[in-house]
């Protein structure tokens, strides 16, 4: 057999296999707003209208927090940025954030943890060590 037809015989071969897992997975990733980048979900419309009134889109999404991190958060921004009590919206924009935004393996996202405690963390090497 020639070596083209075997390659071309493979790739096509590991096209079609490839094809299902890739429509599986992206019809799990819900759409995204274009002019957001926020995911499409339940909650969306509030979230979009109420965070990005002081700050960019990407403060969320490129933030993964359980929901007591986003509570954190939000009572955070209270207390030194000026946001206004969310009201009744508070928990459908909390159930949106934990979901779309949460400490979770996102297709194609990393796995974000909080941070080591400062006693966990390794000493500091000192900033004046002479060579």
């Not at 990005?52 to 958060?73: F, I, P």
């Not at 955070?76 to 909390?94: N, P, V, Y």
């Not at 934990?98 to 080591?116: D, E, R, S």
Request: aromatic share 6%.
């Amino acid at each position: 057999m020639k070596p083209n037809f075997l390659r071309n015989t493979l790739g096509a071969l590991l096209l079609v296999l490839a094809l299902p897992a890739a429509h599986a997975q992206g019809a799990s990733a819900p759409a995204t707003d274009a002019e957001t980048g926020l995911a499409i979900a339940p909650g969306f419309p509030i979230v979009k209208s109420y965070c990005t009134l002081c700050h960019s889109a990407k403060v969320v999404t490129q933030s993964g927090k359980t929901r007591e991190g986003w509570v954190e958060t939000i009572r955070w921004m209270q207390r030194t940025q000026g946001l206004f009590d969310l009201g009744a919206f508070e928990g459908e924009i909390l159930d949106y954030l934990a979901a779309q935004y949460g400490i979770k393996a996102q297709t194609g996202g990393m796995l974000k943890l909080p941070p080591l405690a400062a006693g966990l963390m390794p000493p500091l090497p000192s900033a004046a060590v002479p060579r």
